[in-house]
């Protein structure tokens, strides 16, 4: 299997957290750079993080700087969204992504990635 694989989605109350986790099960992930997409109904796919490969540098969308973080274990072969201070606004399918080599993420949100998972649904509702 060489996609990737979402989970830790769910229905959070405004405020609250999620960590989301991206895994590899059929590949090794150390030499990918790895982003996170959210779509949300009726709107365009938007790019909310990014982690290089090497140097673990990484990228926001303004909507979330300072409140997520992008983290990854290449032992693990996952890739990790810590989600806090949550927003209704938040709400949408977030989906990982995988692009082979070592990549700034500076223009993360143009790369063509060439593996992406299924996505995992957060719900951000009181």
């Known amino acids: 299997q060489l996609q990737l694989v979402e989970s830790g989605g769910g229905l959070v109350q405004p405020g609250g957290s999620l960590r989301l986790s991206c895994a590899a099960p059929?590949?090794?992930?150390?030499?990918?750079?790895v982003a996170w997409f959210r779509q949300a109904p009726g709107k365009e796919r938007e790019g909310v993080s990014c982690?290089?490969?090497?140097?673990?540098?990484?990228n926001y969308a303004d909507s979330v700087k300072d409140r997520f973080t992008i983290s990854r274990d290449n032992a693990k072969k996952t890739v990790y969204l810590q989600m806090g201070s949550l927003k209704p606004e938040d709400t949408a399918r977030y989906y990982c992504?995988?692009?082979?080599?070592?990549?700034?993420?500076?223009?993360?949100?143009?790369?063509?990635?060439?593996?992406w998972g299924q996505g995992t649904q957060v719900t951000v509702s009181s």
């Open positions: 059929g590949f090794t992930l150390d030499y990918y750079t």
């Open positions: 982690i290089a490969v090497s140097t673990g540098r990484t």
């Open positions: 992504a995988a692009l082979h080599g070592s990549y700034s993420c500076s223009g993360y949100v143009t790369y063509e990635y060439e593996r």
